[in-house]
């Protein structure tokens, strides 16, 4: 007997998502009624507005490309010694509570005929920032696209951030600082090169 199992797609489909009519601003207001408040009062009059204007701007970098952002800023240079932007102040929101967290960034690269602006590379930093996110996956999606872009001979990123899902909620602590890195190409593989840098963005003043 043919086992009808087989023949079953079980394949799963992708969650249809639907957005009902309300505006986001109508949404915001039922959140302060559900939490307890009364929209109608002075103070909360224009609030969901204000948030919503708020978090337009918090997540803009879903509207963003990194491609877009370097593609009018890469330069053919003759110079294979190590770039670095330091101290790039971020913030984002947390995906997993949607509070913020926030921080610095620090980023080289040894180029290999092309250099990107400067001020595209903390462009970069928005552009990832600006979108719910996760330290972890942040810091990397920095670095693949500083790859992406250039080709260097490596790619060298840390992120130092506050987190206030820690420092607000949970176990409360205020003076936690979290640190990730992505070490990419001579980075990963020369312990001389990145510890050279690590000690540039440790140094005070920088070089």
Known sequence: MKDSRLETNTAVAEPQVTLNDATTAELYR?????????????????????????????????????????????????????????????????????????????????????VIGLSKVAR??????????????????????????IHPMGVAVILEAQHLCMMMRGVEKQGSMTSTSAMLGCFRESAQTRNEFLSLIRRPGGF
Do not use: W
């Not at 307890?36 to 009059?45: C, I, T, V």
């Not at 491609?67 to 010694?81: K, S």
């Not at 920095?142 to 872009?149: L, N, Q, R, T, W």
């Open 30 to 114: 039922e959140l302060l009624l559900r939490i307890g408040e009364n929209p109608e009062r002075d103070g909360l009059l224009k609030t969901p507005e204000r948030m919503e204007k708020a978090m337009t701007f918090l997540t803009h970098g879903y509207e963003q490309s990194a491609t877009d952002i370097l593609r009018g800023a890469l330069f053919d240079v003759d110079y294979d010694e190590m770039v670095i932007v330091r101290d790039i102040e971020f913030y984002s929101l947390c995906e997993h509570h949607m509070l913020p967290f926030f921080g610095k960034a620090h980023i080289a690269y040894i180029p290999k005929g092309k």
């Open 124 to 149: 970069l930093v928005d552009v990832f920032a600006r979108r719910l996110q996760v330290q972890e996956r942040m810091t990397r999606e920095i670095a693949d696209a500083v790859v992406e872009a």
